[in-house]
């Protein structure tokens, strides 16, 4: 962002929310005047927004791109977690991630976060000079990630996600699922924390898209303060099946829905958005900062 914007919107109030910071290891990141904007990229070959994807030369022009743009963060990935995909090897999973994160993190200073639920991969990553893990397992899918995370001091954020990639969209079902959603992350977030990890060091995500129907996705969106706890929460919205689901656009055209989304993080008091079009959602969600603090 360009400095007299940057300096002009810092001068807003704040929004309403229980905590107002987030910390990855030495990093301390406020999001009291809005959400944070946390740029996508896949260091994959089949993650379902193909612009996203990358090889590590890639990671580092986007990253770049990213930061031009206004971006908080960055996140890489490299293995797929959309609906119906299938796991890779560890092997395979860091072979893609490490180099890609070293050129991104040759290529910038911005807060890196890493997608993966494989400790090792993690561990790997934190001393490759990663700040952050973004767990879609919510720490389940290797019992060395929370002790990993209180060991490093990483960030952490822990997903909800019913079932696994590869079966989540089958049959989703849930009594209550706001209540069920924000019972299994404070279980999460207090197992992190019982592991050693500092609550300002968690943050939890309801899992938009993962083992849930269009309704649970709805539902879950227009109750995220509830579904927060009073823990700072990120949303990961952008471009998914449910604004397709609503509209019948394809992936391509849902930028609109996903500024939509990012609407209803904003006003919910998230701490983070996941997106995959940085500079629209920055430019939106500075010029809604600016009203809200306004009005």
């Known amino acids: 962002m360009d400095s007299d914007r940057h300096d002009s919107t810092r001068e807003t109030a704040p929004r309403p929310g229980a905590v107002s910071y987030w910390r990855l290891g030495d990093r301390t990141l406020d999001f009291t005047r809005r959400p944070l904007v946390m ?60 180099p890609a994160l070293e050129a991104v993190r040759a290529a910038c200073d911005l807060p890196l976060t890493i997608d993966t639920y494989r400790a090792e991969t993690a561990r790997l990553a934190l001393a490759a000079g990663a700040d952050g893990v973004n767990d879609i397992t919510g720490g389940q899918g290797d019992p060395d990630m929370l002790s990993l995370a209180a060991e490093t001091g990483c960030g952490l954020i822990l997903m909800h996600m019913q079932g696994t990639p590869g079966t989540m969209q089958e049959n989703p079902r849930y009594d209550d699922v ?47 303060r509830d579904v927060a706890g009073g823990r700072p929460l990120m949303l990961g919205a952008s471009r998914k099946s449910f604004i397709g689901q609503l509209t019948g656009d394809g992936t391509p055209q849902r930028l609109g829905g996903s500024l939509a989304a990012v609407a209803v993080a904003h006003d919910h008091g998230a701490a983070i958005v996941r997106v995959h079009d940085v500079h629209a959602t920055v430019q939106f969600l500075d010029v809604l900062a600016a009203i809200t603090a306004t009005r």
């Open 178 to 224: 706001v209540a069920e959603v924000a019972a299994e992350l404070a279980d999460r977030a207090e197992a992190a924390e019982t592991a050693g990890v500092a609550r300002d060091h968690i943050v939890v995500d309801p899992g938009i898209g993962f083992g849930k129907t269009l309704a649970h996705n709805l539902a879950l969106m227009a109750r995220l």
């Open 39 to 98: 740029g996508i990229i896949n260091v994959t070959p089949d993650s379902f927004h193909a612009p996203s994807r990358a090889n590590a030369e890639r990671a580092a022009e986007m990253a770049r791109e990213m930061i031009a743009a206004g971006a908080d963060l960055l996140d890489l990935g490299a293995e797929s977690s959309r609906p119906g995909a299938e796991p890779v090897d560890a092997s395979d999973e860091q072979a893609r991630l490490l």
